[in-house]
């Protein structure tokens, strides 16, 4: 078909269809758009989740698979002592590598083993005020599962009274420390995983 | 049929009805009108579709004027290079589509989900309209904001979608 031709159908149609609808309606519409997701190592992830370069304590890290593995047990050479507090630094760094801020805790746990926020950490909120970061990230240490953000000092018994999850603006991170205290469950064999959570800080209760 | 054969008939069915009405018949008559159509980005399109602007703008491309969502080391708005194996990643509010058309529409995503599997590992993407699903009626200058959830399970750094959603919009009547 020539252009000419063309150009003469198009009007009459278009003179049609406003004649009938009375609008400049559009019908319908479809378009493909392009979607990718890839699935990264911990170590580059949104949520990067590594060991510390350098760090003595590496050894109990393994970041040979694509998620992080910790192992303090016989089978890697050692165990914690029962009825001692044990610190075991620079075990883990933490980065936010999204796009907006957020809280980030541990859960899972097992019974007086914790994990804390390290004083080398980039976050928000390091204080020792309401709404402030001390240095506990697992739900076991001094962190309220229904309030993690303390924001509301009217909240519960325990509002205000604890501490912050850490908040982490893109970019920043923390350096995490594992220690347990006290008596430890009797033969503690815990061979599970644990939750490292990271939530949107305005979605955080 | 050729065009100067269209013409002679059309021409011949107009004489016809020159002779019953008693009108100054014609022959034939070929008008141009104007037409103007404009591509325009899909941010300002009849279709608008962009960025839910809720801080989550960094996984949304937009080149070519075309949106885009790239979890992946190639976006460079994005530190991550990609979702963390064996986590649930949640993006809310990623994106929306609103009816800047002059009627009601029924907005549909496909498909909604999408999985990859190595043996084992599995990456399971689903895109998640907020109002309604699985196609959402949008009145004139109405929105809906699609989020993004992301399983692995146990992980497998392999694993990747690089597909493709289309996004129907369709008058209601």
Redesign the interface.
Known sequence: MQRRKFIAGVGSLAAGAAAVTGTGAFTSVSANRDLEVQVADDASALLAIDDIDGSPNSEYVDVSDNSVSIDISTTNGVGLNDNATTKILDLLKIKNQGTQPVYVWASGMPSNVKLAVQPSSQIQNDGTGAGENQGALSLNSNLSADDLDDDDPQAGESGGAEEAAPLLNAGDFINVELFSSGDLPDNLDFDGQITINAEDADQVD | MK?RQVIAAIGALSGGGAVVTGTGAFTSV??????SVQVAD?SS???R?AAAGE?????I?TGGG?????????ND???????????T?VI?DLFEIQNQ???E?EVEVTPLS?VDADGSDT?L?L?VPQSSFPSVTLGVGETETYS?V?N?F??????????????????TN
Request: no cysteine.
């Open positions: 065009r070929e008008a141009n009108r104007d037409v899909d399109a009849l279709l579709m801080g989550n703008d960094g996984y491309t075309e949106l885009g969502i790239d979890l992946t080391s190639d708005a994005v530190g991550g290079e990609g979702v963390n194996a064996n986590a990643t809310a058309g002059t009627q529409i999408f990456l993407v895109v993004l992301v692995t146990p992980g497998g750094n392999s694993l990747e979608v690089d597909d493709t959603i289309t996004v129907t919009g369709e008058a």
